[in-house]
């Protein structure tokens, strides 16, 4: 369905519309001739690799960028945004995927922020806007307590309150960036009730989002933007994920997730033995092969965080025995994870993997400064031959090695940590949430990536809320129930289904007090 046709057939449902537009950064086109029509009632997925222009797109029709060419019509009439605050008036919110919230301020205040209630003295009223903050957050179905402070809430907690925030101005077009990467399932799935049944009434919904499995699950249509084009305009009963995909990419896609091993070695590289810690995990016992990919699933909350940041020795073991190459090991803090070959590639690459001011070349040397280092100096030449090797093994895409990392994309900032972490040449890589909000292309290169370095016998410990990617790169997956191991499966054991189960703590706790066979 061309974009010029459901505009002359819904023309009466078009509550905001972008029209042949156009951007440029320093002379690089960014969109091209780009038009898109926000329905009333109904929700529009918004699909592309990172730096394809969706931001971009969705920065001009909520009022944070001008175009170069082009215009925006709002109910059937040219409109001009000249800020954000300009287009939030008009009824047009958009959740960036950068959170906005004050972290100093409450719940309430954040959620009520520039519409707070009054009492006769014209002071603010804490209990009123407790009530109404209370009000919607119950409106998109999620619970937390409106008094906490912002900056002590998980990521998934500040999404729902951002969510909550942009609701609370009512607006009649409503976008969504990446609104479930910090989500588990079973609140992506609040998130869609709340989506379907405001469209139901009436807003106008714009999804971006890479994981192409949610679609269905709430989008009507679906939108595919390729460099800066417009590739895919078309009913989601009407396109295939793999169609997606072609459009996105530019080329077929056989097979998302590399071959798994077809055997597990004997040779165990780790091995955790009745480990616990605090109150937080149980007696855990696994053991990961050399040269394999481990999963570990299971709802948010039940163990996993705390589980791979102890493996790093962030927050140390309290009891238990952890073996690295069938050696004791004490891992006390990350200096000594190190010292056994681990590395860690955190769930926010942002706060924990990169310093986003330094240039890229500074961030994938830093954990092998000693060694490019000549009587005490650090050699200008053999520092950037590692940066340039680094980014081309990886194919990161930057202007050079110069550049900052908080410039780059998403995909490319998370090639980078990987690319650190592949200098110090680790036994053991692992990965916290290592595909959050990166783009189909990066997701599939990361794959690729980690079954090359299992074929070179390095093992992955891999930690992620996305059941298919769980499944499709896992040897071994391991769940986690209330801290404790509820289970684990193996090659075609492994399914959806018998996930959920063991998530939900259903089913004999296979592996959770000793070592499993390998």
């Known amino acids: 369905m061309e974009w010029s046709e459901a505009m002359q057939t819904n023309q009466n449902e078009v509550i905001l519309a ?38 971009t797109l969705m920065n001009i029709l909520s009022g944070g960028l001008m175009p170069d060419d082009g215009r925006l019509e709002m109910d059937g009439e040219e409109i001009v945004f000249s800020s954000p605050h300009a287009a ?54 999620y619970h937390v307590p409106v008094e906490r402070i912002v900056s002590e809430l998980t990521p998934a907690q500040k999404q729902m309150t951002e969510i909550a925030k942009a609701w609370a101005g009512k607006p009649r077009v409503m976008i969504l960036d990446e609104p479930t990467s910090s989500l588990n399932k079973t609140e992506s799935d609040q998130l869609f009730r709340f989506v379907r049944r405001i469209r139901d009434e009436g807003v106008s919904v714009v999804l971006i989002t890479h994981r192409l499995e949610e679609i269905p699950l709430a989008c009507d249509d679906v939108m595919v933007l390729k460099d800066g084009e417009m590739t895919a305009h078309e009913r989601v009963d ?69 589980l791979a940041r102890a493996l790093f020795g962030i927050r140390p073991f309290t009891a238990g025995e952890v073996l690295v190459a069938g050696q004791p090991a004490r891992i006390r803090s990350p200096r000594s994870a190190m010292r056994h070959g681990i590395a860690y590639v955190p769930d926010d690459r942002k706060l924990e993997g990169l310093v986003l001011p330094l240039s890229v070349g500074e961030n ?87 079954r090359s370095l299992t074929a070179q016998g390095l093992s992955v410990l891999i930690f992620t809320s996305d059941m298919l990617e769980l499944i499709g790169l896992s040897d071994r997956i391991y769940v986690l129930y209330e801290g404790a191991v509820s289970g684990q499966l193996c090659g075609e054991d492994a399914t959806e289904e018998k996930i959920m189960q063991l998530s939900a703590g259903l089913g004999n706790a296979a592996g959770g007090g000793e070592v499993p066979h390998v």
């Open 238 to 306: 009407r396109i295939t994920r793999d169609e997606i995909i072609c459009r996105m990419v530019g080329r077929e896609i056989t097979n998302t997730y590399p071959a798994r091993c077809k055997a597990l070695s004997a040779d165990l590289l780790l091995e955790l033995r009745d480990v616990s810690l605090g109150r937080e995990l149980s007696h855990i016992s696994m053991a990961v092969p050399r040269g394999s990919v481990i999963g570990v699933g299971g709802l948010e909350g039940q163990g996993q965080y705390e």
């Open 88 to 141: 939030k008036a008009r009824g047009v919110a958009f959740v960036h995927q950068e959170l906005s919230l004050m972290e100093n301020m409450t719940v309430g205040e954040n959620i009520m922020l520039g519409q707070e209630p009054l009492t006769g003295r014209r002071l603010i009223s804490q209990r009123a806007l407790h009530r109404e903050a209370e009000r919607i957050l119950a409106e998109i179905g």
């Open 364 to 450: 994938i040397s830093m954990l092998v400064l000693k060694q490019l280092c000549a009587r005490g100096l650090l050699n200008r030449r053999k520092t950037e031959a590692c940066a340039l090797e680094g980014m081309e093994s990886l194919r990161i895409r930057a202007h050079s090695h110069r550049q900052p990392v908080a410039s780059l994309s998403g995909g490319n900032q998370q090639k980078i940590v990987f690319t650190k972490w592949l200098q110090f040449k680790p036994k053991l890589l692992v990965l916290h949430e290592p595909t959050r909000g990166i783009d189909v292309q990066s997701k599939l290169e990361i794959y690729e990536l980690i």
């Open 18 to 55: 972008g029209c042949g537009l156009c951007k440029q950064f320093s002379g690089n086109p960014v969109l091209t001739g780009v038009s898109i029509a926000c329905r009333r009632g109904n929700v529009l997925a918004l699909v592309g690799e990172n730096g394809a222009g969706k931001s």
